[in-house]
C-alpha cells in the first residue's frame, strides 16, 4: 500500500504569508495527487487534482507542484477563510489513501 | 445543481449490518466514478471504497475488504455501501463523493480526485 506524509502537521502563519505543505509518498505515483481543504462541520473541498490543476472555482492563490514522490501545495498571500486541515490524497493504485492532514491556523 | 444526499446511517450493534445509500441528482451518474470516505470522530479523512461508472473496477480499503461491498445502479442514480460484520472502529460520518473527471476524459479507470461531496451519514457501533 501506498503511505502519503504530510508536513507539517499543523501551522500557524499570518495573513499575507506564503505558506506550503508537502506531502511525499512511499512509492512512486505519478500525478495523481490531489489536495482537499475541510473546514469544521463541512464536507472536504477539492483544490488541485493531477497534482497541479486548479479546481473549478478554487481562488488562484492555492497551487500545486510535484510528480513521482514528493508534492507541494502551496497558498500565496493566506486569507482568514483559509483555516482548516488539508490533505492529499493518491489516486494512482488502490487502495487510495489520505495524508494525515495539515492544520492551518490564521495566527 | 449536482447534489449527493447520503442516507441509511444510525446506531448499530456490533457484528450487525447497515446499508448507506448515496442519491444524486445534477448531472449523469453513469459517466462517473464513485467514492465512500469516512471520517471518525476527531480524526482524518479515510477512504473506503470506489466503483467505476460500469462497475468495472472496485476498490476497498485494507480496513473493510471482505466486510463491506460497494454497488451502484445507474438507472436509479443511486450508489450504496453495504456494510457487514460491522465493528467499533467503523464508528464514522460516511461521505459519498463524486469522481472530477468522466469517463470520457479521465480515460479507463483513472481517478483523479472528489469534486462534490454529500453532507454525510453518521454510522455508530456500539452495543
Known amino acids: 500500500d501506498i503511505q502519503l506524509t504530510q508536513s507539517p502537521s499543523f501551522l500557524s502563519a499570518s495573513v499575507g504569508d506564503t505558506v506550503t505543505i508537502t506531502c511525499r509518498a512511499s512509492?512512486?505515483?505519478?500525478?495523481?495527487l490531489a489536495w482537499y481543504q475541510e473546514k469544521p462541520g463541512k464536507a472536504p473541498k477539492l483544490l488541485i487534482y493531477?497534482?497541479?490543476t486548479l479546481q473549478s472555482g478554487v481562488p488562484s492563490r492555492f497551487s500545486g507542484s510535484g510528480s513521482g514522490t514528493e508534492f507541494i501545495l502551496t497558498i500565496s498571500s493566506l486569507q482568514p477563510e483559509d483555516f482548516g486541515t488539508y490533505y492529499c490524497q493518491q489516486l494512482n493504485s488502490y487502495p487510495l489513501t489520505f495524508g494525515g492532514g495539515t492544520k492551518v491556523e490564521i495566527k | 445543481e449536482v447534489q449527493l444526499v447520503e442516507s441509511g446511517g444510525g446506531l448499530v450493534q456490533p457484528g450487525r449490518s447497515l446499508r448507506l445509500s448515496c442519491a444524486v441528482s445534477?448531472?449523469?451518474?453513469?459517466?462517473?466514478?464513485m467514492h465512500w470516505v469516512r471520517q471518525a470522530p476527531g480524526k482524518g479523512l479515510e477512504w473506503v471504497s470506489t466503483i467505476s461508472w460500469n462497475s468495472g473496477s472496485i476498490g476497498y480499503a485494507d480496513s473493510v475488504q471482505g466486510r463491506f461491498t460497494i454497488s451502484r445502479d445507474n438507472v436509479k442514480n443511486s450508489l450504496y455501501l453495504q456494510m457487514d460484520s460491522l465493528r467499533a472502529e467503523d464508528t464514522a460520518l460516511y461521505y459519498c463523493?463524486?469522481?472530477?473527471?468522466?469517463?470520457?476524459?479521465?480515460?479507463?479507470?483513472?481517478?483523479?480526485?472528489?469534486?462534490?461531496w454529500g453532507q454525510g451519514t453518521t454510522v455508530t457501533v456500539s452495543s
Open positions: 512509492q512512486g505515483i505519478s500525478s495523481y
Open positions: 463523493a463524486k469522481e472530477t473527471l468522466d469517463r470520457y476524459t479521465s480515460g479507463w479507470y483513472a481517478y483523479y480526485g472528489m469534486d462534490v
Open positions: 493531477a497534482a497541479s
Open positions: 445534477g448531472f449523469t451518474f453513469g459517466d462517473y466514478g
